[in-house]
């Protein structure tokens, strides 16, 4: 059974930084791409970062509203994959979501929530 844990959000100030983390189990985070999502109070989910598995080169891929303030890794020995986030922005606001998919089947965190303040 797949089961993705997300922790780490909270409150933080304009142009402060969260690290979120997602521990994963019943899935093996270097061979599988993993994704971090977002929600904003409103909004649909939107797709944030990806981590492609370690076949398929580990290469890194986002947004282009979070490129060069957050960061996707992964930490094999943990089975973990985070998110650090920089700079953080008050349009950053959002629920964010650990995202795998294996084969035809879509797994997803419960979700933590970051709050960022003007």
């Known amino acids: 059974q797949v089961q993705l844990v997300e922790s780490g959000g909270g409150l933080v100030q304009a142009g402060g930084s969260l690290r979120l983390s997602c521990a994963a189990s019943g899935i093996i985070v270097r061979t599988n791409a993993m994704d971090w999502y977002r929600q904003a109070p409103g909004k649909q989910r939107e797709w944030v970062a990806t981590i492609s598995s370690i076949s398929s080169g580990g290469y890194t891929i986002y947004v282009d509203s979070v490129k060069g303030r957050f960061t996707i890794s992964r930490d094999k020995v943990m089975n973990m994959v985070y998110l650090q986030m920089n700079s953080l922005k008050p349009e950053d606001t959002a629920v964010y979501y650990c995202?795998?998919?294996?084969?035809?089947?879509?797994?997803w965190g419960q979700g933590t929530q970051v709050t960022v303040s003007s």
């Open positions: 995202h795998a998919r294996n084969g035809p089947l879509d797994y």
